[in-house]
């Protein structure tokens, strides 16, 4: 791959796991069952591969985001093996804003879909 084309497919990746880093934490933490500490997200994003499977670190400020809009609720406890470990779980409200961002992200996939088949008029 030719480095103008690596800078771009880079910066596309990007712009895609911006949009929809935030609806995979939500549906991770929704399905968990238990609160999740950052390292058990990212460890649970990583097998999904692609733009998801990212670093570690670039989840912390989009899980602070969540938690300020109400949609995660989180505590911090000690660690035996380090420092506190803060644990994350999904709110109702994020529950609710997730059926809805799962709606959109389908709708907009099915749209876009039917654009690279050549399905458009």
Known sequence: MNAPHARLQKKFEK???SGTVALALLAVLARAGEPLYGYLIAKRLEGSGGVLGGKQSTLYPVLRNLKAAGLLDSRT???VSGPPRRYYRITE???ATL?????TWCATRESLDKVLAGETP
Do not use: D, I, V
Not at 99 to 103: F, G, K, L, R, V
């Open 15 to 17: 712009e895609l796991a």
């Open 77 to 79: 406890e000690p660690s």
């Open 93 to 95: 409200a994020g529950r």
């Open 99 to 103: 059926a809805e961002w799962t709606m």
